[in-house]
Nanobody, 124 residues
Framework: QVQLVESGGGSAQAGGSLRLSCAAS????????MAWFRQAPGKEREGVAG????????YYADSVKGRFTISLDNAKNTLYLQMNSLKPEDTAMYSC?????????????????WGQGTQVTVSS
């Protein structure tokens, strides 16, 4: 059973930075597919960034390209999301997901495991 626990959320000023972490226990596959999603009040959950270690691939939503970086520390089994140049529109609940069953990285239905989420609030 895979368990995902996010941390690192909080409040930041526009232009600031935050780093989110997602500790994954029980996810021992040599090739990992994980992603960060976010959901703002009244909006659908959307993919922010994804990673597939089997192909050495990373994926980003257009809205965060150049500002956010996704990475995975295999030794610590921890997924990160470095968020720079934050904007008020980045305010949302951020969740990590793991074990994608093929398909597009931003398809929420394809992930087997989800964390509880961590809130990010960006003020102008």
């Amino acid at each position: 059973q895979v368990q995902l626990v996010e941390s690192g959320g909080g409040s930041a000023q526009a232009g600031g930075s935050l780093r989110l972490s997602c500790a994954a226990s029980g996810y021992t596959a040599s090739s990992k597919s994980m992603a960060w999603f976010r959901q703002a009040p009244g909006k659908e959950r959307e993919g922010v960034a994804g990673i597939w270690t089997g192909g050495g691939m990373t994926y980003y939503a257009d809205s965060v390209k150049g500002r956010f970086t996704i990475s995975l520390d295999n030794a610590k089994n921890t997924l990160y999301l470095q968020m720079n140049s934050l904007k008020p529109e980045d305010t949302a609940m951020y969740s990590c997901a793991a074990l994608r069953r093929g398909g597009s990285w931003y398809n929420t239905a394809l992930y087997n495991y989800w964390g509880q989420g961590t809130q990010v609030t960006v003020s102008s």
